[in-house]
């Protein structure tokens, strides 16, 4: 505490190494911080309530650099935070009840761009795409009455394979390949009754290796590998 360069909290949530190589650390608690490796100092951005261009949030749940090199932050309840490198600024994408293209809302968990440069954000209530030119989002959410809807509206992981394919991996409602064209997810959950399906409903990590398979890690079901041609799950525990 002593140290105004010292690490800001000891509780990280994200960790990222942009494309010079700089090593941003997201802490739950201390804000944004930007590690100088020379020195091993850090600097450090956090919110300050009557400063409108700082951090949104002192809670920082998860760092994307998109393929300009804007650097995008995730927060737990100010929503996503966009990084202006230069001016060490802030500018806020937030929920607002009175707008209905805001984000969903502001508890930010996950930030994806995928290869046509829309930038995908999975939140505590649904899954938006940000369009950047206008600042709005669309929204998709889970419907009980519509099949092809999100299976869940609390999202943590986000991953497009070599094909296209978008993977949305939710918290209690299994996995979801979204169908752009129109704009449907395909489900894949858990069946007691079908030891092939997916082991446990609660994603949290996806990842396509360079062989293009599949892996889902789960919070509570242990490791994943999916065969998309047999539409069946392996599963490591």
């Known amino acids: 505490p002593s140290d105004p360069h010292s690490l800001s909290h000891n509780t990280i949530a994200a960790i990222h190494e942009d494309r010079a190589g700089v090593l941003w650390i997201g802490t739950l608690g201390g804000g ?39 650097l995008w932050v995730g927060t737990f309840a100010g929503g996503l935070s966009r990084l202006d490198r230069d001016a060490g600024t802030f500018a806020h994408f937030t929920n607002d009840p009175q707008q209905s293209r805001s984000l969903s809302n502001n508890n930010v968990q996950i930030i994806y761009e995928d290869r046509c440069g829309e930038l995908w954000v999975g939140t505590g209530a649904g899954l938006d795409r940000f369009d950047r030119a206008t600042g709005e989002f669309t929204h998709y959410r889970y419907d009980p009455t519509d099949a092809n809807s999100l299976s869940n509206d609390n999202v943590l992981a986000i991953r497009e394979s070599r094909e296209g394919v978008l993977w949305i991996g939710t918290t209690g409602g299994g996995v979801n390949k ?5 704009e449907q997810f395909a489900l894949y959950q858990h069946d007691p009754n079908d030891p092939n399906s997916l082991s446990f409903d609660g994603l949290w990590g996806i990842l396509e290796d360079r062989e293009g ?23 490591y525990r």
Request: charged share 25%; proline share 3%.
């Open 32 to 70: 944004l911080c930007r590690l100088d490796r020379e020195t091993g100092e850090f600097v450090t951005y956090r919110n300050a309530p009557d400063d409108p261009t700082t951090l949104s949030n002192d809670f920082v749940q998860t760092i994307y650099e998109d393929r300009t090199g804007v």
């Open 178 to 182: 979204v169908d752009r064209a129109q």
């Open 213 to 235: 398979i599949l892996w889902l890690g789960t919070n509570g079901g242990g490791l994943n590998r999916f065969n998309r041609q047999a539409v069946s799950f392996t599963h």
